[in-house]
């Protein structure tokens, strides 16, 4: 199983991205998909997670600014990310609870870097 995000990028404080995942491989399910991410300095934190019944989390810090959604059908989750702030600035990762041929396993994706300028 891979996961390939898709996504970062540079933008100003105030702009918007939109990051994308999609799972592939051998998958009879996708559990709960999320998005953490990883500051110089800082450990991994979750960003937001939901469920394959859309059932949401957020971190406290992107609450009101940013919106996981997901395709069950692609097996893809996207994270809409507004009014951006510097602090905002780190590797974004996308995690999969993925069921397949060896039972539940847990997958990243490699990784990609939004960087939001003040």
């Known amino acids: 199983v891979q996961l390939q995000a898709s996504g970062g990028g540079l933008v100003q404080a105030g702009g918007s991205l939109r990051l994308s995942c999609a799972a592939s491989g051998s998958i009879f399910s996708v559990n709960a998909m999320g998005w953490y991410r990883q500051a110089p300095g800082k450990q991994r934190e979750l960003v937001a997670a939901i469920t394959s019944g859309g059932r949401t989390n957020y971190a406290a810090s992107v609450k009101g600014r940013f919106t996981i959604s997901r395709d069950n059908a692609k097996n893809a989750v996207y994270l809409q990310m507004n009014s951006l702030k510097p602090e905002d600035t780190a590797v974004y990762y996308c995690?999969?609870?993925?069921?397949?041929?060896?039972?539940?396993?847990?997958?990243w994706g490699k990784g990609t870097q939004v960087t939001v300028s003040s």
């Open positions: 995690n999969a609870d993925v069921f397949g041929p060896r039972g539940g396993m847990d997958y």
